[in-house]
């Protein structure tokens, strides 16, 4: 007989890796398909990182990690943290684990009690809210749409705040919209933050190096703040890791101290080879960093420009990581080619069956009416995607 925990009944699966599998089933079965769905670079480790991998082997790097990673990657992360965002933490205050999404979780599952309640502005990258709900934590979730440029204001912030309020989960650059709040935009949140000590705030910054603005505020470096903020970085997309698995948490020590014995019960150490690879990736040159943001910029400059010329679409122009979120509620009680279009999960659908063009329904990241496209893909593919994308709307 099944019998699945309530905890796991009530997650949602993952839209994002939903789509992406959905594409590929349809690739085996001969279909051309263009994934738009996923959020991977489509560049390979750099050589000098997948060297250090192949060496750590020869060198024996093969047996278990220090559970809150090897010393000097997380040496390497202190230092990093100070010279490129010029925030402090000390390596004690860092826990590597496989990957951001499990640095994300482990810091929910040590900050939230049930019922606790954690803002996370809208829209949000699909794991967040499903987090909370293993916590038992309630998501508060405070809409921002495409008319002010996906971002919340400092009123809104304030809105949303109650005695229950734990944590704030902010995302700049943004998954799914690309949006950058700049130093200015996250000094009048952090205004509001400072009157509420009892807030603690997480800052995913992921997408810090796919930046098209020229500069990044880390929400760390605001010291109102600063010993309430935990950090999540990692490899997956600065230095195209996402299957090495290499995330982090930056946090105060009381916190660093929880995600560490959680981990220590749940899966111990991240990979050693991983790890080895990730210390390269702090250490050595970081042009493969630029040169992939450069190719990032050019793409967004291109999907833009074709995205707008879609009929019924309205488009923002993203300032960082690799998303576009057109709002799409012009086709919504539309029908197509016979197929009534009922919400934005039919019009991605719409798509994938009629252009062979995978994308994301903006349900999945809590702002229905909407899609999200990734264009961390080849220019070509872009073109081709978008020249499907109106034939398929033409008729
Ligand atoms: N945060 C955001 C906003 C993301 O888009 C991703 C990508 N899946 C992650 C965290 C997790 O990244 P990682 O591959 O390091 O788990
Ligand atoms: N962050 C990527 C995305 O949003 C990877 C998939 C995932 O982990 O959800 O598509």
């Known amino acids: 007989m099944e019998h699945i925990s309530q905890r796991v009944q ?7 890796l939903a789509m992406s599998q959905k594409s590929a089933e349809l690739k085996a079965q001969g279909a051309d398909m263009i994934n738009l769905s996923i959020g991977e670079p489509d560049f390979n480790t750099p050589e ?26 997380r040496r390497a992360i202190s230092q990093k943290l100070k010279t490129e965002n010029g925030v402090d933490y000390a390596p004690e205050q860092i826990v590597v684990s496989g990957g951001a999404k499990q640095s994300l979780c482990n810091v929910i599952l040590s900050c939230i009690n ?3 309640e954690v803002i996370i502005p809208v829209p949000a990258w699909v794991s967040y809210v499903e987090m909370v709900k293993l916590a038992e ?9 495409i008319d002010q440029d996906f971002k919340i204001t400092p009123e809104q912030l304030r809105a949303a705040i109650t005695e229950r309020t734990r944590m704030l989960l902010l995302c700049s650059p943004s998954n799914p919209t690309g949006s950058v709040y700049s130093k200015a935009e996250l000094q009048a949140l952090v205004d509001v933050l400072k009157d509420y000590p009892q807030i603690i ?6 997408y810090e190096h796919i930046n098209f603005t020229g500069s990044f505020t880390s929400m760390a470096s605001f010291p109102e703040i600063a010993d309430r903020t935990v950090l999540i970085n990692g490899v997956s997309k600065a230095y195209a890791m996402t299957g090495w698995r290499i995330g982090f948490c930056a946090a105060p020590l009381w916190l660093a101290k929880a995600t560490n014995k959680l ?7 991240a990979s050693s080879i991983a790890q080895k690879a990730a210390e390269a990736a ?8 630029e040169d992939m943001r450069q190719a990032f910029e050019r793409r967004r400059d291109l999907i833009v420009d074709l995205a707008s010329k879609v009929p019924g679409w309205k488009v923002n122009k993203p300032q960082g990581a690799f998303y576009l979120f057109p709002d799409v509620s012009h086709y919504i009680g539309k029908t197509l080619r016979g197929k009534k279009i009922e ?5 991605a659908m719409y798509l994938l069956e009629n252009a062979h063009v995978a994308t994301v329904a903006g349900s999945a990241f809590c702002m229905p009416g909407y899609i999200r496209l990734s264009y961390a893909t080849s220019d070509e593919n872009i073109r081709k995607a978008f020249d499907r994308i109106q034939k398929a709307l033409a008729d």
């Open 48 to 73: 000098h990182i997948k060297e250090a991998a192949k060496r750590a082997i020869d060198e024996n790097y093969t047996y278990y990690s220090p559970v809150p990673g090897f010393m000097p990657l």
């Open 343 to 347: 919400n934005d999960g039919d019009f």
């Open 10 to 16: 009530s997650l949602a699966q993952s839209a994002t």
């Open 263 to 269: 981990q220590g019960q749940y899966t111990s150490g």
């Open 282 to 289: 702090y250490t050595g040159s970081q042009q493969c960093v």
């Open 137 to 145: 934590g309630k998501s508060v979730l405070v809409p921002a749409a």
């Open 114 to 116: 049930p019922g606790d």
């Open 201 to 206: 705030v997480m800052a995913d910054e992921i």
